[in-house]
């Protein structure tokens, strides 16, 4: 059964910090792994969607990486700001014989920006 | 450009009250379409998925069922709703069956958060 870890659950930083938001996973047989963004009763809007052959995806100040053989993945945020204050999800797509592909969420980090 | 629409934003409803939370994707044809459930504080749990009209794999055991008339609609029901049934409710849809190959993203609605006492 795949299952999707996020640490730390929440993180409060001052404005500016760089940081990194971690995903891990316990199947490594995973065809894609993306990242999302939710604000507070919010839907979510997708970041960053790295492909299993990738190692990493960048998109402005954020940047994904990809290590499947250890299941992990980092999301890191350049210069954090108080907009980026959200929760933050990863997700893998994984294949199970008896369903077909899946997408297994973690639970996300709740992220505090502070001015 | 495609578009997800999902209500009602809000609902209170009693215990034993139905439910029904209807979701549309506009500009697209035969997506796939999804309803998770967000409990307070926990991650998403996938309810339902449907590959096309009047296909619906349930995913949990529960009091829910999910109804897919349309193409491009998908409906989220209950016929007697429970107290564990609050939760915030979002619909999502990919191009093609989850996301195999390819950039094949999951688009999310807004959410609809139900309450029920």
């Known amino acids: 059964k795949q299952e999707v870890t996020q640490i730390p659950a929440a993180l409060s930083v001052p404005e500016g910090e760089n940081l990194v938001l971690n995903c891990s996973f316990t199947?490594?047989?995973?065809?894609?792994l993306q990242w999302f963004r939710q604000d507070p009763g919010k839907g979510l809007t997708s970041l960053l969607l790295i492909q299993s052959s990738q190692r990493e995806q960048t998109s402005g100040r954020l940047n994904a990486s990809l290590d499947k053989s250890s299941g992990r993945s980092t999301l890191y945020i350049a210069a954090s700001q108080p907009g980026d204050s959200a929760t933050y999800l990863c997700a893998v797509v994984f294949y199970q014989e008896t369903s077909g592909s899946r997408l297994t969420f973690g639970e996300g980090t709740q992220l505090t920006v502070n001015p | 450009s495609q578009t997800i629409h999902q209500w009602p934003a809000t609902l209170v409803q009693p215990v034993g009250s139905p439910l029904s939370l209807e979701c549309t994707v506009e500009?697209?044809?035969?997506?796939?379409l999804y309803w998770y459930r967000q409990a307070a504080g926990r991650g998403l749990q996938l309810l339902f998925y449907s590959v096309g009209i009047g296909q619906i794999s349930s995913e949990v055991p529960q009091n829910l069922s999910a109804s897919r008339p349309q193409d491009r609609q998908f409906i989220l029901s209950s016929k007697k709703l429970l107290l564990s049934d609050s939760g915030f409710y979002l619909c999502?849809?990919?191009?093609?069956?989850?996301?195999?190959?390819?950039?094949?993203?999951?688009?999310f609605g807004a959410g609809s958060r139900l309450t029920v006492l």
């Open positions: 199947d490594s047989a995973i065809y894609n």
């Open positions: 500009g697209t044809s035969n997506p796939n």
């Open positions: 999502a849809w990919s191009i093609s069956r989850v996301l195999v190959v390819g950039a094949n993203v999951l688009t």
